[in-house]
Nanobody, 116 residues
Framework: QVQLVETGGGLVQAGGSLRLSCAASGRTISNYAMGWFRQAPGKEREFVAGINWTGGSTLYADSVQGRFTISRDNAKNTVYLQMNSLKPDDTAVYYC?????????WGRGTQVTVSS
């Protein structure tokens, strides 16, 4: 069973940056494509960014393309999300999980709040 712990969120002004981390424990995630997802108040959880198991291929939602960068360190069993040029619309709880139909149990996420 994989446990996912997301950290790095916080309160930032529009235009600022944050780096999120997702540390996995229980088993290796190095064989899995991973992704970041977010859920804003009153909205459904949505895809933000994905990365294949080697880290050589990435995919982004149109809303974050060019501003966010997903990466991974398989030796540390960790996935990252570098977020630049943050906007108030990026305010949400951010989660990581497998980028697949079948996913691990969700972690608690990390809150990102962007003030205008």
């Amino acid at each position: 069973q994989v446990q996912l712990v997301e950290t790095g969120g916080g309160l930032v002004q529009a235009g600022g940056s944050l780096r999120l981390s997702c540390a996995a424990s229980g088993r290796t995630i190095s064989n899995y494509a991973m992704g970041w997802f977010r859920q804003a108040p009153g909205k459904e959880r949505e895809f933000v960014a994905g990365i294949n198991w080697t880290g050589g291929s990435t995919l982004y939602a149109d809303s974050v393309q060019g501003r966010f960068t997903i990466s991974r360190d398989n030796a540390k069993n960790t996935v990252y999300l570098q977020m630049n040029s943050l906007k108030p619309d990026d305010t949400a709880v951010y989660y990581c999980n497998r980028y697949a139909t079948i996913q691990f149990s969700w972690g608690r996420g990390t809150q990102v709040t962007v003030s205008s």
